[in-house]
């Protein structure tokens, strides 16, 4: 396999080079996230968990306050905010020079994670469907934006995914979000291909076969799995068990073109990054 090409991200002024994959550790601020073991709601357990992220090896910490998994309770906005205000105070304290991903589909919740704290990029699981603002706002914030492919919301997305051709339709999804935000003139697009939102076990894997079509747009590329039912139901486990069955779905993620890991368990795909870079480019020896 052939080394990747340069890839890089501006992060508040700085430059991450994504030509190395990068992982993203999860912090859950939510009380109901599928991953029990996620959920930090203690001002502790937030620190202790930002602290953790960094010192296993990750080089981002998405700090979410809204639950995505299938049929979960919607959280108003102004609940959502205040979750987060408090989160990343105690974030930016533990670890004030992290890089700090926000996961929201809200703009105004986006503004102000950018705005008041320093948040480095927004991570939008709606890709801009959720709210209609969101494109101008993360053009003009001018912050890395991941955007991620989903059939429908987190309250429906699992009633009846259904597609013609998967792959076409999350090429011509992305194709047509990627050409309305450079209209905008934002910058540091990154493309997640939703694993789980809107998808049957089928499809994830047939998504997964077929990752490495999304280099045709030459931009960074973002896998969450871990732990997801693509993985726990295939296995017959439960999330606490698929931590080896997502170890196994990251590293085929990197071989596919994966830029960004993001996960729950941090040293396990910091690893996982680690043998299949020695396996790309033997230089590491």
Do not use: W
């Amino acid at each position: 396999m052939k080394q990747k090409t340069a890839k890089f991200i501006n992060v508040n002024g700085r430059l991450m080079d994504l030509s190395h994959p990068q992982v993203m550790g999860i912090l859950n601020l939510t009380p109901d996230s599928f991953y029990a073991e996620s959920r930090k709601r203690t001002e502790q357990e937030i620190a202790a968990r930002a602290v953790q992220i960094v010192s296993e090896g990750g080089s981002i910490i998405d700090v979410g306050a809204y639950s995505s998994r299938p049929n979960a309770d919607d959280v108003p906005a102004e609940e959502e905010m205040e979750r987060l205000r408090r989160g990343l105070a105690i974030v930016f304290r533990e670890v004030p020079d992290a890089v700090v991903s926000v996961d929201t589909f809200r703009a105004d919740v986006a503004k102000m994670c950018v705005e008041e704290f320093g948040a480095a990029i927004v991570n939008d699981i709606s890709a801009g469907e959720m709210d209609k603002d969101m494109f101008p706002v993360v053009a003009r914030l001018g912050v890395p934006y991941v955007m991620m492919h989903m059939q429908g919301t987190p309250q429906d997305m699992q009633r009846n995914p259904h597609y013609t051709h998967l792959l076409g339709e999350v090429l011509r999804y992305f194709s047509e979000k990627v050409q309305r935000l450079r209209d905008l003139g934002a910058k540091d697009l990154i493309l997640d291909p939703g694993f789980g939102f809107g998808k049957t076990l089928a499809h994830n894997y047939e998504l997964l076969a077929g990752m490495e079509e999304l280099a045709v747009f030459e931009l960074p590329v973002l896998v969450g799995v871990s732990r997801k039912s693509m993985i726990y139901n295939l296995l017959e486990c439960t999330p606490d068990d698929a931590l080896n069955g997502t170890s196994v779905v990251n590293a085929l993620a990197l071989t596919k073109g994966a830029d960004i890991l993001r996960v729950h368990d941090v040293k396990p795909a910091v690893e996982a990054v680690k043998i299949v870079s020695a396996m790309n480019d033997n230089t590491t020896f």
